[in-house]
């Protein structure tokens, strides 16, 4: 069982629908990213989140350190959404910034 | 352009050639981190950097990998006697709190 573990592995949606991608984590984390890779490009982180919630634009990310689980939503997708997103997590022991990767969600979004 | 870049961006070589692969962090970035993704799988963590320490390393790395930090800025990674398996996207990232990714080296091994 990976440590960093994402639902859904993929996921189409219609355009304008409300999307959920799921990630849990079963290690003690400092920081967790949510990142965005287009097929073909690079990385790009959206979200640093050790508490609560942040919002940008139509993206949020929430996070309970609680129950070791974070949520990235998309209100009004589009198709220029369709791509990965992965969850990394981020150590939490002393010294170290290691990043532990979920697999990836892969979103499709139809017009 | 003040991203994180990666040199070179595609290399084919044959089995068992060496290859280097070349990051240049963002200048304030005192945290460097090499990954490898194969395709539909996310980044795995191959070693991490701060400032010229290297302060961990994957125990998957056979010691066919060597990476280097010297002078805690740019970061090379070396890869010996190439294999079919190192076949991968090797994706540098550096960090001071958020994390920035290069556009990856893409090795293909013949």
């Known amino acids: 069982k990976n440590e960093v573990e994402q639902s859904p592995q993929n996921l189409t949606a219609q355009e304008g629908e409300f999307i959920t991608i799921n990630c849990s984590y079963s290690?003690?984390?400092?920081?967790l990213h949510w990142l965005q890779q287009h097929p073909g490009g690079g990385i790009v982180s959206l979200f640093m989140?050790?508490?609560g919630k942040k919002k940008h634009g139509r993206l949020i990310a929430t996070i309970n350190i609680q129950e070791k689980h974070s949520s990235l939503h998309i209100t009004a997708s589009h198709p220029r959404d369709s791509a990965v997103y992965i969850c990394?997590?981020?150590?939490?022991?002393?010294?170290?910034?290691?990043?532990?990767f979920g697999t990836g969600t892969r979103l499709k979004v139809l017009a | 352009d003040t991203g994180v870049s990666q040199d070179p961006r595609h290399k084919i070589t044959k089995r068992g050639q060496n290859v280097t692969f070349r990051c240049d962090p963002i200048?304030?970035?005192?945290?460097l981190y090499w990954y490898r993704q194969t395709l539909g799988q996310g980044p795995e963590f191959l070693t991490y950097?701060?400032?010229?320490?290297?302060?961990?390393k994957s125990r998957l790395l056979s010691d066919r990998f060597s990476a280097e930090r010297p002078k805690g800025s740019f970061s090379t990674l070396e890869i010996q006697r190439t294999e079919q398996g190192d076949s991968a996207m090797y994706l540098c990232?550096?960090?001071?709190?958020?994390?920035?990714f290069g556009e990856g080296s893409r090795l293909t091994v013949l």
């Open positions: 990232a550096s960090s001071a709190a958020e994390l920035f």
């Open positions: 290690v003690g984390i400092s920081a």
């Open positions: 989140l050790s508490s």
């Open positions: 990394a997590a981020r150590g939490v022991a002393s010294g170290t910034y290691k990043y532990i």
């Open positions: 200048s304030e970035h005192n945290r």
């Open positions: 950097f701060q400032n010229e320490a290297q302060l961990e």
